[in-house]
């Protein structure tokens, strides 16, 4: 089994739509969580931390659920610039990454 | 500020031949890491360094890949023999000590073995 799993996707949804997405993880003991963001070929970005009361970062808001191990991201009114994959990251010591969710929002 | 850079951006070589790939990491950021991403993966990683302690290599494919890490500072990735599948994006990524959960990534080099 992977570390970090994701729904590949892709999600393609119009302008204003909320998407949301999961990604599950294997390590029960793991502490700290992450979602970056990768536009087509650039380097990977940090978009937010998840903390496990969950938090929002203006229309993104991630949420934390460890007794079934998963972290979600939902993105609120969606923009042609949220257009990216979205990977989900964990952290126990180093950074394990799940393959990716794509996100496409067309106009 | 700067960033992390890498170099070079492209590498084309043949297969058989070794490559070096470089990470200058963000200044005062103690910890170092490589990965890999093949096309349409996520990203695998490959080593970790942080401070003077010894790497953490468990993420190396094979024997052909080797890291070091001169100075607490610039890293080089070397890849021997190369084959057609270490064809991939390698990124390297650095965090500071107060912010050891948020790594910094670099543009990546794009390495195609023919």
């Known amino acids: 089994r992977k570390e970090v799993e994701q729904d590949p996707g892709p999600f393609n949804v119009p302008e204003g739509a909320t998407v949301a997405f999961n990604c599950t993880y294997s390590?029960?003991?793991?502490?700290?969580f992450f979602w970056y963001r990768q536009d087509c070929r650039k380097e990977p970005k940090l978009l937010m931390s998840?903390?496990?009361s969950g938090n929002e970062d203006g229309r993104f808001t991630a949420q934390l659920n460890r007794a079934s191990q998963y972290i979600s991201l939902l993105i609120r009114d969606s923009k042609l610039s949220d257009s990216a994959t979205y990977l989900c990251v964990v952290n126990d010591y180093k950074l394990s990454f799940g393959a990716g969710t794509t996100v496409t929002v067309r106009a | 500020g700067a960033g992390v850079s890498q170099s070079p951006s492209n590498k084309v070589t043949e297969k058989g031949k070794d490559v070096e790939l470089r990470c200058d990491p963000i200044s005062g950021h103690t910890a170092l890491y490589w990965y890999r991403q093949s096309l349409g993966q996520g990203l695998e990683f490959l080593i970790y360094?942080?401070?003077?302690?010894?790497?953490?290599k468990s993420g190396l494919p094979s024997d052909r890949f080797s890291a070091e890490r001169t100075g607490g500072s610039v890293s080089t990735l070397t890849i021997q023999r190369t084959q057609q599948e270490d064809s991939a994006v390698y990124l390297c990524a650095s965090s500071s000590p107060r912010l050891a959960d948020t790594q910094y990534f670099g543009p990546g080099t794009r390495l195609t073995v023919l």
């Open positions: 360094f942080q401070g003077n302690s010894a790497p953490d």
């Open positions: 998840v903390y496990s």
């Open positions: 390590n029960s003991a793991s502490q700290s």
